[in-house]
């Protein structure tokens, strides 16, 4: 059992910024990389920023040098800071844990609930 809580999105003007935050809760003994992913209206979900344990990150070419993505001391938790938004930033954005090795589940991947974030020019 996994609960993955996204906070920090809201509505912003263009050029503006937000700092995504996620935690990670349950009986997890460790998590290989969080992420965040975003869906616009009529769109699939794509990746934005992706951070290993092991310190690596990948991001969106679309967001790359705006956003920035860490990982916690704490593993079970990532943040997204969000600078320079434009309006095709809107969407939800969407925490998962990749990789998870959780006590007494058979899954390795979870989602958050998501938040949204809205960009007006």
């Known amino acids: 059992q996994v609960q993955l809580v996204e906070s920090g999105g809201g509505l912003v003007q263009a050029g503006g910024s937000l700092r995504l935050s996620c935690a990670a809760s349950?009986?997890?003994?460790?998590?290989?990389?969080m992420g965040w992913y975003r869906q616009a209206p009529g769109k699939q979900r794509e990746l934005v920023a992706v951070s290993t344990s092991g310190g690596s990150t990948n991001y969106a070419d679309s967001v790359k040098g705006r956003f920035t993505i860490s990982r916690g001391n704490a593993k079970n938790t990532v943040s997204l800071q969000m600078n320079s938004l434009k309006p095709e930033d809107t969407a939800v954005y969407y925490c998962?844990?990749?990789?998870?090795?959780?006590?007494?589940?058979?899954?390795?991947?979870?989602w958050g609930q998501g938040t949204q974030v809205t960009v007006s020019s």
């Open positions: 349950g009986r997890i003994f460790s998590i290989n990389a």
């Open positions: 998962k844990a990749e990789g998870a090795l959780v006590v007494g589940s058979g899954r390795s991947d979870y």
